[in-house]
């Protein structure tokens, strides 16, 4: 189990994290979601030992490691870009700093990432999806307590991101890994993670399982960050929160008055106006994004507002076309 408790961390006069946060669970993963900036990378460096953090702890198991040295913590760590040298072949880039005599836990590392009968291969000879694997077999071999892994697959090429997401979560599962994933990719941190923890100016705002995270955001700000969401003004009476689309029933009723409703764009559906005599807002589509599997629409409301509507594949409505807007399910009100 790692835990991080209040952490804070300067430089110069800039504070970048502050009481900052964070449990993972013993054979989890945690993914750390924020923007560019938020401080995630410091949390990760701190974890690893290579900064000093200005006050709070860092435990690994039961023991204190705030003060040791990064070779003493037992953490491995998987960085953005493989980091393998190239002069040594896939199975000394896995041993090394390993004792003489570990061959046999280099192949069974090498299994563990899909990688088995590559040790003799050298790294240029890899795509690039194989080279982070054979960085995640060199971190695994230490039998680490805990695996961090910095934005791993940012250098990786769209296509291949998905496929080799699936093969680091599978080996750290079969080994059994406490690992924390850093990232700015919302749908790579609520696709692998156990947890997510999301970041905001130093500090964790809100960790739970990725399907809370999504449905139940702790604020306003973490709607809007983690997936897409439509956000309008409105009023909350009781049960309800009244804006252009309507009365419409809260998730979890509240405090009332004045705030936000906060929309997944999911959840709107479109029909031909003259199809719609009851629906509370009308407008026109502007513009249709087609990705094959689903669709995005903007609809410019009557009244102003712009919305961003997902739809399936099989689109119905074009740019131009006039259309009713109705939500279904509830919505998320943020009081003011």
Not at 115 to 144: D, F, I, K, N, T
Not at 235 to 241: L, Y
Not at 312 to 332: F, I, K
Request: glycine fraction near 12%; aromatic fraction near 4%.
């Amino acid at each position: 189990m790692l835990t991080v408790t209040e952490i804070r961390k300067s430089f110069g006069r800039t504070q970048v994290l502050d009481r900052c946060s964070l449990t993972v669970e013993k054979g989890s993963l945690a993914a750390v979601l924020g923007p560019s900036g938020c401080g995630k990378t410091t949390l990760l460096r701190i974890i690893a030992g290579f900064e000093h953090a200005d006050a709070g702890t860092v435990t690994i198991g039961d023991r204190d490691v705030t003060a040791l040295p990064p070779e003493r913590r037992g953490v491995g760590i998987v960085p953005q870009e493989a980091a393998l040298f190239p002069h040594l072949s896939v199975a000394r880039n896995v041993g090394f700093g390993l004792p003489r005599g570990s061959r046999e836990r280099v192949e069974e590392c090498l299994e563990l990432v899909g990688l088995a009968g590559y040790g003799e291969r050298m790294p240029h000879e890899l795509s690039g999806g194989q080279q982070q694997r054979v960085a995640l077999a060199r971190a695994l071999a230490p039998r680490p307590g805990v695996v961090l892994l910095d934005e791993p697959f940012n250098a990786l090429d769209r296509s291949l991101r998905a496929a080799v997401r699936d093969d680091v979560r599978a080996a750290l599962e079969r080994a059994g890994a406490t690992a924390v994933l850093v990232t700015h990719d919302q749908e790579e941190a609520l696709s692998m993670a156990d947890t997510v923890a999301v970041m905001r100016a130093g500090r964790i705002v809100q960790q739970d399982t990725p399907a809370a995270v999504y449905t139940a955001p702790a604020d306003l700000g973490v709607a809007t960050f983690v997936g897409e969401a439509v956000v309008l003004p409105a009023r909350a009476t009781g049960e309800t929160a009244s804006c252009v689309l309507g009365d419409l029933p809260r998730r979890f009723p509240g405090p009332t008055g004045p705030g936000h409703v906060a929309v997944r764009p999911e959840q709107l559906a479109l029909t031909h106006a003259g199809d719609a005599p009851g629906t509370a807002a009308r407008g026109r589509v502007e513009r249709l994004e087609y990705f094959g599997h689903d669709a995005a629409l903007t609809v410019l409301l009557d009244t102003g507002e712009r919305l961003r509507v997902r739809t399936g594949g099989d689109v119905r409505h074009r740019p131009g076309d006039r259309v009713g807007v109705a939500v279904r399910g509830t919505v998320l009100f943020f009081p003011e």
